[in-house]
């Protein structure tokens, strides 16, 4: 019998010198869902993710469980095949002068610059994601040409040519202008077509769309809310997440925020 969760966390603290950025973490993630985590900065997103990535480690307790695929102990070259994670660390590393084809090629393995003696399957492998991806104008351009929004999907077709099971989104369409979150954002929903399950961290609820079976709210490092769309998006819980008095209105697919005039927030 097949476990249906990857991630098992049940009463997972963690601490940063001395400080306890996770906090009596209970939570399990299918292997079957698109999740959104969602919180506003200094909540406790990073720290989790952290977790997940085997960065930082549980307080031993009598009464902790933590389990990446059905596993107490995993390999971290075998998660590393599991997991990709994108977030915004990865362009520091990267070759300024290495095309978008040979960073695709350089997930493979485990590196940011030109693979000279890559295989036929290799090849094969990329060229294939890159057609997957609508991406294929791209692929002989030098990576630090494209705009912000063209390197971002850059970073996802790099994480996901080695096939992962779970794709780690670290706040996808941070720092991009208008035009570049539409385009990362309506290329990510089009992932929801491949094998692999996303885990998109963002503060942001423009990214939330109907790709994600399940909306995870995180706050001074715990978890408020925890559902499906229509049980959590509401201002109330919004209101509370972001400290400030907000409307929350679903039009066309998408949910925009509004914030409440002062007169009404005061008589609130």
Known sequence: MTNDYWLEAKNISCFKNEYEVVKDLNLKLKNSENVILIGPNGSGKSSLLELI???????????????????????????????STVNHDVKARINTNITVFDLI??????KYCKISNKSEKDVLLAENLINKMLITKLSQKIFSHLSEGEKQIVLIARALVKNPEILILDEPIANLDLKSKFYVTDKINELSKLNTKIVCVTHDISMITAIYNRVIMIKDRIIIADGTQSETLNSKNLSILFDINIEVIKHKGYWHIYRKPRELQAIE
């Open 53 to 83: 990535n085997r960065n930082i480690y549980p307080v031993l307790k009598k009464d902790t469980v933590f389990k990446l695929f059905n596993k107490g102990l995993i390999n971290i070259w075998e998660l590393r095949k599991k997991i």
């Open 105 to 110: 090629i350089s997930g493979l393995y485990g």
